[in-house]
């Protein structure tokens, strides 16, 4: 399997980092992805939004990537939201209960807007 990765991050205004990715994403792939999420986390970005509208497949320990930060995350009033799967990779999310951990949505647009309904209740 080729396990050919990238990740391209792109910061957007209040403080949200999206990380677009590709390819496969598995043990020799995964530092990568962890390389880029610890980056945001240490310029105090805690509102992580992960495109995976190119990636092609996803092993057990790039799931556990994902799980490494979001207690982290969380703990700093942030969020990882996973948007544009592909069936096949959602498949996987789904069989292991990361629905319920995730939130797993359409677009970056509508991640976006989660983001931003979640500041407005906090300031209510």
Do not use: W
Request: glycine content about 6%; hydrophobic content about 45%.
């Amino acid at each position: 399997m080729d396990s050919k990765f990238n990740v391209l991050q792109e910061n957007i205004d209040a403080g949200i980092c999206l990380l677009k990715i590709s390819g496969s994403l598995d043990a020799h792939t995964a530092p990568i992805l962890e390389e880029k999420i610890s980056s945001a986390i240490s310029q105090g970005i805690f509102r992580i939004i992960v495109n995976f509208k190119d990636l092609e497949y996803i092993s057990s320990a790039g799931l556990g990537v994902f799980m490494a930060f979001v207690e982290e995350i969380r703990e700093n009033n942030g969020d990882i939201k996973l948007t544009e799967m592909k069936s096949k990779v959602l498949s996987v999310f789904e069989l292991l209960g990361f629905p319920l951990i995730f939130d797993i949505v359409p677009s970056d647009a509508s991640a976006i807007q989660m983001f931003n309904d979640n500041i407005l209740r906090k300031n209510d």
